[in-house]
């Protein structure tokens, strides 16, 4: 699956679209269809949902913001793809008052443990949507990633604070409410009944690299997401990621 997005966006997302391009291959293999249902929760306008579309699949996308479920179906019409991707109004702590328990291949859940109020119940919610033998996509921001970028812009007392914080906030402006260790993502899949499958750290690199070196030098871009793609499975990288992403599997029920 090659990235959809623009070359400087595709380095916060090229190691997680490889990710689901694996998966989704193997429960295409797997079911025998082509068309996988989806469940993308905090899914925006529609930034996964719209190029999974593009590939088939039928993809719903649950977000709170009724101004990103607008853009959504705007978004989905461009591309031609609007018989394919469904926008409800709703959250992950309330997900089944808008989808259906068990019914989807694979559920994406991007973005939103930093924001509830119970993560653990946020997965457990995204596990009971999945299908038998389904696949959970789960990226969150990193603890690492953000006491290092405080740190590289002189900011120490920030990055102590965040270091030492339970949910990893470096003062009241924090605009992220939470944010988590590999370990902490990796226990809260198998908590809720799942197979980590594999753990990537996302945007290594990206968010230090300073634009300009990206833009104007030859060749850049791809050396810089080929160093992204090496250095995402490598577990020393994990703890200085911007983002964290685990793939989390229900294994072992017969007749998927």
Same mark, same amino acid.
């Not at 101004?67 to 309330?94: C, K, S, T």
């Not at 994406?108 to 509830?116: A, K, Q, S």
């Not at 740190?151 to 914080?165: I, Q, S, V, Y």
């Given at each position: 699956?090659?990235?959809?997005?623009?070359?400087?966006?595709?380095?916060?997302?090229?190691?997680?679209?490889?990710?689901?391009?694996?998966?989704?291959?193997?429960?295409?293999?797997?079911?025998?269809?082509?068309?996988?249902?989806?469940?993308?929760?905090?899914?925006?306008?529609?930034?996964?949902?719209?190029?999974?579309?593009?590939?088939?699949?039928?993809?719903?996308?649950?977000?709170?913001?009724?101004?990103?479920?607008?853009?959504?179906?705007?978004?989905?019409?461009?591309?031609?793809?609007?018989?394919?991707?469904?926008?409800?109004?709703?959250?992950?702590?309330?997900?089944?008052?808008?989808?259906?328990?068990?019914?989807?291949?694979?559920?994406?859940?991007?973005?939103?443990?930093?924001?509830?109020? #119970?993560?653990?119940? =946020? !997965?457990?919610?995204?596990?009971?949507?999945?299908?038998? $033998?389904?696949? @959970?996509? /789960?990226? *969150? &921001?990193?603890?690492?990633?953000?006491?290092?970028?405080?740190?590289?812009?002189?900011?120490?007392?920030?990055?102590?604070?965040?270091?030492?914080?339970?949910?990893?906030?470096?003062?009241?402006?924090?605009?992220?409410?939470?944010?988590?260790?590999?370990?902490?993502?990796?226990?809260?899949?198998?908590?809720?009944?799942?197979?980590?499958?594999?753990?990537?750290?996302?945007?290594?690199?990206? #968010?230090?690299?300073? =634009? !300009?070196?990206?833009?104007?030098?030859?060749?850049?871009? $791809?050396?810089? @997401?080929? /160093?992204? *793609? &090496?250095?995402?499975?490598?577990?020393?990288?994990?703890?200085?990621?911007?983002?964290?992403?685990?793939?989390?599997?229900?294994?072992?029920?017969?007749?998927?």
């Amino acid at each position: 699956m090659s990235d959809p997005m623009r070359p400087r966006a595709a380095l916060r997302t090229a190691v997680v679209w490889e990710v689901l391009q694996d998966a989704l291959e193997r429960r295409v293999k797997a079911t025998g269809r082509q068309a996988l249902d989806i469940l993308d929760t905090g899914g925006g306008s529609g930034n996964f949902a719209v190029p999974l579309a593009r590939l088939g699949h039928r993809v719903t996308v649950v977000d709170p913001s009724p101004n990103a479920l607008f853009a959504l179906e705007r978004r989905a019409a461009e591309a031609d793809v609007a018989d394919r991707v469904r926008g409800v109004q709703g959250d992950a702590l309330g997900l089944f008052d808008v989808a259906e328990r068990g019914g989807y291949d694979v559920v994406l859940c991007h973005g939103v443990l930093e924001y509830v109020d #119970d993560p653990a119940e =946020g !997965v457990r919610n995204a596990v009971a949507a999945l299908r038998p $033998d389904g696949v @959970l996509s /789960l990226l *969150a &921001a990193g603890l690492g990633g953000a006491v290092l970028a405080r740190a590289l812009a002189g900011h120490f007392t920030e990055a102590k604070r965040a270091l030492d914080d339970p949910d990893g906030r470096w003062g009241a402006g924090d605009p992220v409410p939470r944010r988590f260790t590999a370990d902490r993502l990796t226990a809260l899949v198998e908590d809720a009944g799942l197979t980590v499958g594999a753990v990537h750290g996302v945007r290594v690199f990206a #968010d230090l690299v300073p =634009g !300009v070196l990206v833009d104007t030098e030859p060749g850049a871009l $791809d050396a810089l @997401l080929k /160093l992204e *793609a &090496a250095a995402a499975e490598l577990a020393a990288f994990h703890s200085v990621a911007t983002q964290l992403h685990v793939l989390g599997e229900r294994r072992g029920t017969p007749g998927a």
